[in-house]
């Protein structure tokens, strides 16, 4: 079955330093992937995502992402982080599950990030 | 502003009750989806129509139901609601159920529902 694993519950980062939210994924096949964030009492917005191509992918914001298929990895990224990107980042794949014609996604557990001025 | 509407944006009801939870997709998209999130549970697929028809499910109880009518809004109904379906109701459209326009899914602002 088709899953997200984001490890960390929350992230600290200062402002002006690069952060990183993790993400793993578990899919038969290729993966088609993707990072969206959600702000205080606002729906998710969509990121990035990965479906084919380099391996680097960017995004809104200034965040990108590295796919690494050898470590199962989509981690998200951004050199310099602001005050401004506090928010919970999930983590997502799509289903591809057999029984499943619809294109769906399977959300992690979401990550809370928190910079700090 | 993601293009996608939901109505209401508050809800409060008592056990036992039906609700219907309205969506109104981005013009032109197709596909409609709708999630729950709670805090146990975080972020799960219920179920996902593709211009008038279900396209798929995920882990949507029996007590709730939804349909896309043909201006392709759509709506979600919970009826025999229980004190743990206190949650928030995302819908999120895309433009269709293949290819790249499919991938991204934009969200509403939710409905958040308190059962009493």
């Known amino acids: 079955a088709q899953s997200v694993a984001q490890p960390e519950d929350q992230v600290n980062v200062a402002e002006g330093n690069p952060l990183t939210v993790k993400c793993t994924y578990s899919?038969?096949?290729?993966?088609?992937l993707f990072w969206y964030v959600q702000y205080p009492n606002r729906g998710l917005q969509f990121l990035l995502k990965?479906?084919?191509?380099?391996?680097l992918v960017k995004g809104s914001y200034g965040f990108e992402a590295e796919f690494n298929k050898s470590q199962t990895s989509f981690h998200l990224k951004k050199p310099s982080a602001l005050v401004s990107d506090s928010a919970l980042y999930f983590c997502?794949?799509?289903?591809?599950?057999?029984?499943?014609?619809?294109?769906?996604?399977?959300f992690g557990k979401g990550t809370t990030l928190s910079v700090s001025s | 502003d993601s293009g996608v509407t939901q109505t209401p944006k508050h809800l409060i009801t008592a056990t036992g009750q039906r609700v219907t939870l309205r969506c109104s997709p981005r013009?032109?998209?197709?596909?409609v989806y709708w999630y729950q999130q709670s805090l146990d549970q975080g972020l799960q697929f219920l179920i996902q129509?593709?211009?008038?028809?279900?396209?798929a499910k995920g882990n949507i109880l029996e007590r709730f139901s939804a349909q896309q009518f043909p201006d392709l809004h759509s709506e979600l109904n919970l009826s025999s609601l229980e004190l743990g379906d206190s949650a928030l109701y995302f819908c999120?459209?895309?433009?269709?159920?293949?290819?790249?326009?499919?991938?991204?899914?934009?969200f509403g602002p939710g409905t958040r529902l308190t059962v009493t």
């Open positions: 999120a459209s895309s433009h269709g159920t293949s290819g790249a326009s499919s991938y991204e899914q934009y």
């Open positions: 997502a794949v799509r289903d591809i599950s057999p029984n499943q014609a619809g294109t769906a996604l399977i």
């Open positions: 899919v038969s096949g290729n993966p088609y």
């Open positions: 129509y593709y211009n008038g028809e279900e396209r």
């Open positions: 990965y479906i084919t191509g380099d391996n």
């Open positions: 013009s032109g998209d197709l596909s």
